[in-house]
């Protein structure tokens, strides 16, 4: 039994839903305008090239510190991210 046995039957099961629902929709990827805060230590790192050909992706932001619980190790770090990918929505849709 590999060590990765738990993973892979988790991660295809994702995959499967996904992929099943984006046809039902008849969409490709995410449509809302999406940022993505890359932590040196979280386990999984995406290239740039699969965020935007899977995302509408406005913002992307690779971080110095941080790990896989990086809203718990680096609060203030997380939440000025957020508030910056936020920003530019802020005054959308005000009058």
């Known amino acids: 039994m590999s060590s990765r046995s738990g993973c892979t039957p988790a991660l ?32 999984l790192h995406p290239p740039r090239a699969w965020l935007e050909r899977t995302a509408n992706v406005v913002r992307i932001t690779e971080l110095d510190r941080g790990g896989h619980f990086a809203p718990f190790e680096e609060p203030h770090l997380y939440a000025q991210e957020l508030r910056e990918f936020f920003r530019l929505y802020r005054s959308v849709g005000r009058t």
Request: aromatic share 16%.
């Open 12 to 43: 295809r099961s994702w995959r499967t839903f996904a992929r099943a629902y984006a046809r039902r929709a008849g969409r490709t990827g995410v449509e809302v305008p999406s940022g993505f805060a890359l932590f040196p230590g979280d386990t």
